[in-house]
């Protein structure tokens, strides 16, 4: 008898032992999934860096130069959703070079077009009454900072914009 009570003993405690093992595993994979969807997210704090998203902590400033630009001021981001994520960079383009590129694009402002469905050629609207141009890239030293900058902020590499778009 004593034979057959520790043989029972021994399956309840391997049993018990799978069980454990298998529902920490599913407990893992749960968290996996969790993590690898950003549902889920782990901050380790090493006491003087920020986060790794906040993209707040961004600073680039343009000081005085020979090119008459100004100080942009003070930057932040504002995180408007993370899904789908959207962002407001407060003063990201300072009041000098707004001026230079309005005064670069104003003699070349064409009227905004749309696609025509039948014909997929470009047309004019009554409802669209926006205007724009394009700018060559690196066309000079202030649109290359432009660029830079936008490539710092979005982790795109410049000349890589059609990623942007997609």
């Not at 141009?133 to 902020?153: Q, V, W, Y």
Request: glycine residues 6%; charged residues 25%.
């Amino acid at each position: 008898m004593a034979k057959g009570r520790h043989y029972r003993l021994t399956g309840r405690r391997s049993y018990s032992c799978t069980l454990v093992l298998a529902m920490l595993l599913m407990i893992s994979m749960v968290l996996l999934m969790l993590l690898s969807f950003g549902i889920l997210s782990i901050t380790i704090d090493t006491g003087n860096s920020p986060p790794a998203n906040d993209l707040s902590s961004f600073e680039h400033k343009i000081v005085e130069s020979g090119d008459g630009l100004r100080e942009r001021g003070e930057q932040w981001t504002e995180i408007i959703s993370w899904e789908p994520r959207a962002f407001i960079y407060h003063n990201f383009l300072s009041k000098d070079e707004c001026e230079y590129l309005i005064n670069l694009a104003k003699p070349h402002m064409e009227k905004s077009s749309v696609v025509d469905s039948i014909t997929g050629r470009s047309t004019d609207s009554r409802v669209r009454t926006s205007s724009g141009m394009f700018l060559k890239r690196g066309r000079d030293k202030i649109i290359r900072d432009i660029e830079k900058r936008i490539a710092d902020f979005s982790f795109i590499p410049v000349g890589n914009e059609r990623q942007l778009i997609s």
